[in-house]
């Protein structure tokens, strides 16, 4: 005979943790949907697609980093306007996806974290083929990903991210040794 007890609380992943609590420090508020892969509406509210809808390589905390990258890369002339200003269904603000991605590298190279938190659908070969240094270099994209640094490590925010990014390293640690080699816990590596 099963014993009943009463449930009084949830288990929730701890990146969903980190990264929602994070969110709502920079004034965003996260709902899951399946009718968006990630919307901003311009008035505080960030869509991110439900799990179901998700890739196997794609998680909430990547997911909003690359959302808070776009707000970094834009600026803040832009968090009021929905998708930050951005029209993803042609290239005219390819060069603007690309900043996004190489302020996502960098900042997440700083805690060994560029696969993990990587980009995500047709824009993972741009990303992974970043050099070392993805705010260097000739391609246009380089400019405004620095504009986007500069607000990511001294700006209103710099402290939020910093903290959440740590956090993220800390578990990603632990994680790795013990996680198989088809899991992105295993492709974390040490910080620069």
């Given at each position: ?32 949907s399946a009718a ?46 929905s998708d930050w ?108």
């Amino acid at each position: 005979m099963a014993i009943q007890r009463e449930i009084d609380c949830e288990y929730s992943d701890p990146l969903d943790l980190i990264w929602l609590e994070t969110a709502r420090t920079l004034g965003m508020e996260v709902e899951r949907s399946a009718a968006v892969y990630a919307a901003w509406d311009g008035e505080g509210v960030l869509y991110i697609a439900d799990s179901e809808s998700m890739d196997p390589d794609d998680c909430v905390a990547q997911m909003v980093f690359h959302e808070v990258c776009h707000a970094l890369v834009e600026g803040p002339e832009s968090w009021g306007v929905s998708d930050w200003g951005l029209v993803n269904r042609d290239d005219r603000h390819l060069v603007r996806e690309h900043a996004c991605h190489r302020l996502q590298a960098a900042l997440s190279d700083r805690y060994g974290l560029r696969r993990l938190l990587g980009v995500t659908t047709d824009h993972r070969a741009y990303y992974d083929a970043l050099p070392l240094d993805p705010l260097s270099g000739d391609d246009p994209a380089v400019v405004p990903a620095c504009r986007g640094w500069e607000r990511a490590t001294t700006g209103p925010w710099a402290e939020a991210l910093d903290h959440a990014l740590c956090a993220t390293a800390q578990m990603a640690q632990i994680l790795k040794s013990f996680s198989s080699n088809h899991s992105l816990w295993s492709r974390v590596v040490d910080p620069l």
